[in-house]
């Protein structure tokens, strides 16, 4: 009887999710070429190795990932030792120069755009409730809370929808989906959250207030800290990350759309997300471009999300390049609305 395939080895998502720590705690304390260096880690390092390495495939059915869970407390510990730093160094505490603050605060909002957001997502999806507090407590963190709530409650059941805020339409721009997208989460997790909450009969405090008063606790104890400076920074920070999740949305769905046939959407399949098949950035977000997958299989450890090139469609370019297309909309249209026409006519 043949064995079955191994397991891709775990090493590669390590690798490429810890080795911007060092260069961020350099950027923080001493400045100069450290800055540089991460910055260049998360964007031209980034895009060289992507273009360089050889794709990878899917893991075998069934495989499992005990260091997975590992890999995304550390990362989840990492970022709220580095949130803390990265706020005194772009406020100005470290004693870093004005140019030195800047790098600061691209390195670290990418990190936390791209790292601390993909980890974020996976941990609220684990089944152990204190893997998904973790997870909840980073986008806190990032003032990005009720993102917990729409994502599970709404994202999930509604994408490819009219009904979901953070799936973009045909035609939309970033800008104007973004703040669609921000507020339309807000109210509709806090209107799943208050149902679920009357079905279930349940008593405490509501999950919204906990994400608003974390967010509100942590803008209180920078200000306390490092003064508005602090706070400033805090929340730029915070609004950088947010917008590279908001990116990510608009970008995994863009003009997709589920077929509606009385009154109730088709279910979800493969052909509602966009994928990028990209090996770096897929191990330095821990495979959040496998999106299609992780809608249909929403448990399914980020390891083993798999890539159906024939069933999915497929981004020109890595998810970072396609997030950085889309802050220029009319770039985006003219890439993007013939692709997805092609792939409409195809379907």
């Known amino acids: 009887m ?16 810890l080795m911007p720590v060092p260069l ?75 140019g030195e603050r800047v790098l600061a605060f691209a390195g670290f909002g990418l990190f936390f755009g791209q790292v601390s957001n993909s980890n974020a997502h996976e941990l609220i999806h684990r089944g152990a409730r204190w893997l998904h507090l973790l997870g909840a407590a980073v986008f806190v963190s990032l003032l990005f809370g009720h993102h917990v709530s729409a994502h599970r409650l709404v994202h999930h059941r509604h994408v490819a929808t009219a009904a979901d805020p953070n799936s973009a339409r045909a035609g939309e721009g970033f800008y104007r989906f973004a703040l669609r997208a921000w507020a339309g989460s807000f109210r509709e997790g806090l209107r799943a959250e208050t149902a679920l909450r009357a079905r279930a009969d349940r008593r405490g405090l509501h999950p919204c207030a906990v994400q608003v008063g974390g967010a509100l606790a942590c803008l209180a104890g920078a200000a306390l800290a490092f003064g508005l400076p602090g ?52 191990w330095l977000m821990l ?8 809608h249909l299989h929403p448990g399914r450890a980020w390891p083993g999300l798999r890539l159906d090139r024939e069933a999915t469609p497929m981004l020109p370019r890595s998810l970072p390049l396609m997030a950085a297309l889309a802050l220029v909309p009319p770039l985006w249209r003219r890439v993007m609305d013939p692709r997805l026409s092609r792939w409409q006519a195809a379907g």
């Open 2 to 17: 043949p064995l079955p395939d191994p397991a891709p080895s775990m090493l590669p998502f390590w690798a490429a999710t």
């Open 24 to 98: 961020l705690v350099g950027a923080a304390l001493w400045g100069g070429g450290w800055g540089l260096a991460a910055f260049g880690y998360m964007t031209v390092l980034s895009y060289a190795l992507d273009a360089l390495i050889a794709g990878s495939g899917n893991a075998p059915e069934g495989a499992e990932f005990p260091a997975a869970d590992a890999l995304s407390v550390t990362l989840a510990l990492l970022h709220l030792a580095l949130l803390p730093l990265g706020v005194a160094a772009v406020a100005g505490a470290t004693g870093l120069g004005g």
């Open 231 to 282: 706070l400033l920074a805090w929340a730029g920070l915070a609004a950088h990350a947010q917008m590279q999740l908001l990116l990510s949305d608009y970008v995994q769905h863009y003009g997709l759309a589920r077929r509606i046939s009385a009154g109730r959407a088709e279910p979800v399949g493969p052909a509602h997300s966009w994928d990028a098949p990209q090996p770096f950035s897929g």
């Open 287 to 294: 495979h959040a471009p496998r999106h299609a997958d992780h």
